[in-house]
């Protein structure tokens, strides 16, 4: 399980582990937070194909799915 800040997670770098439409490398792009600092959204963006997507970024904590950094 990848530990996760969600404070940190703009500008973060990840590696998708099933890959689909040649996209892999995803940087995190976008975080908005309420008044109690809970994440409420948080938008992806594939690094070769520009394709932004909207994300739970509780999903980032399953390595199964994600890594941290691009590899």
């Given at each position: 399980m990848n530990k996760i800040n969600p404070?940190?997670?703009i500008n973060s770098k990840w590696t998708k582990?099933?890959?689909t439409n040649k996209e892999k490398?995803?940087?995190i792009?976008?975080?908005?937070?309420?008044?109690e600092q809970?994440?409420?959204?948080?938008i992806i963006e594939a690094v070769?194909?520009?394709?932004?997507?909207?994300?739970?970024w509780r999903?980032?904590?399953i390595s199964e799915k994600?890594?941290?950094?691009?590899k």
């Open positions: 404070k940190a997670l582990v099933d890959i490398h995803f940087v792009t976008k975080v908005d937070f309420d008044e809970k994440v409420l959204e948080c070769m194909t520009h394709h932004e997507y909207s994300i739970d999903d980032l904590k994600w890594l941290i950094g691009w």
